[in-house]
C-alpha cells in the first residue's frame, strides 16, 4: 500500500464503525495499522477491547519455535499488547530464513516439512477461546457450499476473503473469472434496495454466516460497504445468488 494510505484508511474505518481488521505482517502496512488503532483508542473514540485484530503467521514460520517470537514481532510492530486472533496465514510452509519466498537458483519456491498441527498446537497453550477460524475465498462466484455446511456443523467461523471480487491485480488474480461487480443479477438486485452489487455480495455473505474482510482505500467505498445492515435479502434473492456460483477462484495461490 503506498506510504500512509493505509493509516488514513484505517482510521475512516474505524470512524465509520469497523472493528474488525484483517491484517499480516506480509501486507507490510502493520506498522500503520498499530498506529491508526492507537491513535484512535487516545482520541477516546474506541477501547482497545472494542477492535478485533487478526494477524497472521507467514509461511517462513511455521516450525512450533517460531511461532511466539514471530507473534511478539507482529505486536513489535503494531505497538500492541495482543491480538484477538492469530492464524496461519497459508497452510504451506516455506523454508524459515529472511527470505519471504525462499526461491532456489532455478527460481523455484523452497518449501519446508514441518506439521501443521504441531503449528496450530502452539495456540493451545495461549489462547483463550475454543472457536475455530477458516480464512478462505468466498463471494457470490466462489460460495464454497459444502465447506460451508462443513464448517456449521463443526462450529468453525468462516471468514471470506475477496468478498468484492478483488482488485483484479493480474500479478495474482486469475482475471479469466469475470468482474462480480458487473454481475446483472446482483446490480439488479440492488436497484430494488437502492444498493449497489458492492453492498448486495457484503449482504449475501453476511446473511449466510460468512464473516466479510472487504477492501477499500476509497473513504467513500470504505462507507459504502458498511451500510449493508439497514436491509435484508429474501429467501428467493439469496438462492438467486448462490446460483451464480462458478466454482471459480480468483486468488489461485499458484506459488
Ligand atoms: P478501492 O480501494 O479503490 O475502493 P476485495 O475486498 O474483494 O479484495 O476487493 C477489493 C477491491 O474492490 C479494491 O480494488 C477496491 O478498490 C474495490 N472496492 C472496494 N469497495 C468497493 C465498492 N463498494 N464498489 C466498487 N469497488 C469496491
Known amino acids: ?43 477516546g473514540r474506541i477501547k482497545r477491547e472494542d477492535i478485533f485484530y487478526c494477524g497472521k503467521l507467514w509461511n517462513t514460520c511455521h516450525p512450533p519455535e517460531l511461532v511466539r517470537p514471530t507473534l511478539e514481532k507482529t505486536l513489535k510492530i503494531l505497538q500492541l499488547d495482543y491480538v484477538d486472533l492469530y492464524i496461519i496465514e497459508l497452510p504451506m510452509a516455506f523454508k524459515p530464513g529472511d527470505a519471504i519466498y525462499p526461491k532456489d537458483e532455478n527460481g523455484k519456491m523452497i518449501y519446508h516439512e514441518t506439521d501443521l498441527c504441531a503449528t496450530w498446537e502452539v495456540s493451545k497453550h495461549t ?12 463471494h ?20 471470506g476473503y475477496s468478498p468484492l471480487g478483488t482488485s483484479r491485480d493480474e500479478t495474482w488474480v486469475n482475471v479469466s473469472s469475470p468482474p462480480l ?42 462507507r459504502e460497504n458498511f451500510q449493508i445492515f439497514d436491509f435484508s435479502l429474501t429467501e428467493k ?11 471459480v477462484r480468483y486468488v489461485e495461490l499458484l506459488m
Not at 143 to 155: A, G, V, Y
Not at 199 to 209: K, P
Open 1 to 43: 500500500t503506498p506510504k500512509g494510505s493505509c493509516l488514513e484508511s484505517v482510521k475512516i474505518a474505524i470512524d465509520t464503525g469497523y472493528r474488525h481488521i484483517d491484517g499480516a505482517f506480509v501486507y507490510y502496512n502493520e506498522h500503520e495499522v498499530g498506529q491508526a488503532i492507537r491513535e484512535k483508542i487516545a482520541e
Open 127 to 138: 489462547h483463550r477461546s475454543s472457536s475455530s477460524v477458516l480464512l478462505v475465498e468466498c
Open 140 to 159: 457470490p462466484y466462489f460460495t464454497q457450499p459444502k465447506l460451508l455446511e462443513f464448517c456449521r456443523q463443526h462450529d468453525i467461523v468462516i471468514v
Open 181 to 222: 461487480l458487473k454481475d446483472p443479477v446482483l446490480n439488479a438486485i440492488g436497484k430494488k434496495y437502492n444498493k449497489t452489487a458492492a453492498q448486495v455480495a457484503l449482504r449475501f455473505s453476511i446473511q449466510r454466516g460468512v464473516v466479510v474482510i472487504p477492501k477499500s482505500f476509497n473513504p467513500q467505498r470504505i
Open 237 to 247: 434473492e439469496m438462492k438467486e445468488i448462490e446460483a451464480l456460483n462458478k466454482n
